[in-house]
């Protein structure tokens, strides 16, 4: 069964530091992996997608993530963390074929302190 | 394009009461999806459609859930009688061919008193 684990329930960091967001999957197949962005009192916002190819992958608001098959992981990163990037962050997988709905990691909850 | 459109974005009601949840996808897309995200159990899917239809229901968690796609730019989740561990945030998304990229709308936040 699929499943994605994301080990961070909550991560504080401060503005201006680097930041990563850690996400482990369990996926049968070649799986497609996402993340997206949930800011407070909004819905879910996608920030990037891996689906082949180059296994670093650059998304919006300058956050990027890389896939590591051997590890089962889709890491998401950002040099330089604004005081906006604060929210909720999820990671999902799904399957290539888009016939079956993403499966949603818990999130993990980004702090950013000045 | 508006994005996915939900209503209401807040709503408050007593336990028994029946409520209705709306959402407009985005024109185009075939699939349509309803989350509920709680606290303690995170973003759960309740049910997705293609092309109107029902695909798969399963995580709706009792038959007092139900919900209808009568036209490719309406859905409506239904809950009755509604009772307090409904309360919860309700999201509806939509993608266009595949269950894949999702666009979500901003939500519907339920509390049962």
């Known amino acids: 069964a699929q499943s994605v684990t994301q080990p961070d329930i909550h991560i504080t960091v401060s503005e201006g530091a680097s930041l990563e967001l850690r996400c482990n999957y369990s996926?049968?197949?070649?799986?497609?992996l996402f993340w997206y962005v949930q800011s407070p009192g909004q819905g879910l916002q996608l920030l990037l997608k891996?689906?082949?190819?180059?296994?670093l992958v650059q998304g919006i608001k300058g956050f990027e993530a890389e896939f590591k098959r051997s590890q089962s992981s889709f890491n998401l990163r950002k040099p330089s963390v604004h005081w906006s990037d604060a929210a909720e962050y999820f990671c999902?997988?799904?399957?290539?074929?888009?016939?079956?709905?993403?499966?949603f990691g818990k999130g993990t909850r980004l702090s950013v302190i000045a | 394009d508006a994005g996915v459109i939900q209503s209401p974005r807040h709503e408050v009601t007593e336990m028994g009461q029946e409520v209705t949840l709306r959402c407009k996808p985005i024109?185009?897309?075939?699939?349509l999806f309803w989350y509920r995200q709680t606290m303690m159990r995170g973003l759960e899917l309740l049910i997705y459609?293609?092309?109107?239809?029902?695909?798969?229901d399963s995580g709706m968690p009792e038959d007092r859930f139900s919900a209808k796609m009568p036209n490719a730019s309406f859905s409506t989740l239904k809950i009755q009688p509604s009772e307090p561990r409904d309360s919860a945030v309700y999201f509806c998304?939509?993608?266009?061919?595949?269950?894949?990229?999702?666009?979500f709308g901003a939500g519907s936040r339920l509390t049962v008193l």
């Open positions: 998304a939509s993608s266009l061919g595949g269950a894949n990229v999702l666009t």
């Open positions: 024109s185009g897309h075939d699939y």
């Open positions: 999902a997988v799904g399957a290539s074929s888009g016939n079956t709905p993403l499966v």
């Open positions: 996926y049968g197949a070649t799986p497609y």
């Open positions: 459609f293609n092309n109107n239809v029902p695909i798969d």
């Open positions: 891996y689906f082949s190819g180059d296994t």
